[in-house]
């Protein structure tokens, strides 16, 4: 069965601070693909990023990091430098090549100034 | 405004009412999806179209709960005589055939008093 997992469920920083964010997913398809998504308190679910399973590099996009290591069964975010502007709660999530989209719990961040 | 539009933000009913939400996808976006979220929890998927065929409907849609896209443009999500635990927010998404992101409108709150 499909499911994501995100154990963190609120992480407080202090601005410039480094967080990860953990996601752990299960599936038993060879091919899938895994998101992030921010959703601010204005509640619409931003795309951040798409990974598919082939596909192990990491990736990097201005203050931004994921990790994807397969091995693990693990798609974790990294946020550099953190700034208020990146509280908000961040859902990972799971599609294993159908429609359906698989969402974890979420994490709460909150970056204090 | 090209993203997903909802509406309406916000809905207040009483129980036993009848409520219709509208979700206006991207453009040339075939395919729409409709999800629910609670309080603390990821979304959760209800059913999803491929322009006007609804492929799949969850069994969190109970009978109360009905979904339409004529001529595969915009989207109605209609729950009739509505109860307390039907209060989340509803998000409706949009895709492109072949691509994997899901692009999400920012929700119709609804609650049930």
């Known amino acids: 069965a499909q499911k994501v997992t995100q154990a963190q469920t609120e992480i407080s920083v202090v601005e410039k601070e480094d967080v990860t964010l953990d996601c752990v997913y299960e599936?038993?398809?060879?091919?899938?693909?895994l998101f992030w998504y921010k959703q601010p308190p204005s509640g619409e679910l931003v795309f951040l990023i798409r990974r598919n399973s082939f596909d192990e590099q990491n990736e990097i996009s201005g203050r931004y990091s994921w990790n994807f290591q397969k091995s693990t069964s693990s798609f974790n975010f990294t946020i550099t430098a953190s700034q208020v502007v990146d509280s908000a709660v961040y859902f990972c999530?799971?599609?294993?090549?159908?429609?359906?989209?698989?969402f974890g719990t979420g994490t709460r961040l909150k970056v204090l100034a | 405004d090209t993203g997903v539009s909802q509406d309406p933000r916000h809905k207040i009913t009483k129980r036993g009412q009848n409520v219709t939400f509208r979700c206006d996808p991207i453009s040339e976006h075939n395919r729409l999806y409709w999800y629910r979220q609670t309080l603390g929890q990821g979304p959760e998927f209800l059913t999803y179209?491929?322009?006007?065929?609804?492929?799949?409907k969850s069994r969190l849609l109970s009978d109360r709960f009905s979904a339409e896209r004529p001529k595969g443009s915009f989207s109605t999500l209609e729950i009739q005589r509505t109860e307390q635990g039907d209060s989340a927010m509803y998000l409706c998404a949009s895709r492109i055939g072949g691509a994997t992101e899901a692009f999400f409108g920012q929700g119709t709150r609804l609650t049930v008093v």
């Open positions: 999530a799971l599609n294993e090549g159908t429609y359906k989209y698989i």
């Open positions: 599936t038993r398809d060879t091919t899938y693909y």
């Open positions: 179209f491929q322009n006007e065929a609804q492929l799949e």
